[in-house]
């Protein structure tokens, strides 16, 4: 699935939360509270996607999204986020621009907060 797909997918999951969120944020008590909401939202949108399409979208909501599996290579020795879609890391002494970035502005700030 391609980051423009995967964008759609995104865009859906808070097109529904938005459309809800006037009944449902009075509701919701806390952050975990409005994570589930948000999980059971994605649970449903994403039933016919691949487990790796699937897991990239988990670690844009509540991972860090394109930062998820640089932060795992213990290769990587630097990563510098200069906005949602571009993000360069530092591997061998060589400086390398991700071909992978947030898949919305939204998602790209809840990522900066969870830092």
Known sequence: MTSNEL???VDDVQKEFAQNAYVDLATLQDEN??????????????????AEAKKRLYD??????????LVNDAE??????????SIWFEKGGSLYRHPDGFLSGLTYQNAVRRL
């Open 7 to 9: 964008a759609v997918v």
């Open 76 to 85: 990587i020795t630097e990563i510098a986020v200069n906005g949602a879609g």
């Open 60 to 69: 844009e909501y509540f991972g860090m999204g394109p930062l998820e599996e």
């Open 33 to 50: 509270e409005t994570s589930s909401h948000v999980e059971t939202i994605l649970e449903r949108r994403t039933q016919a996607l691949s």
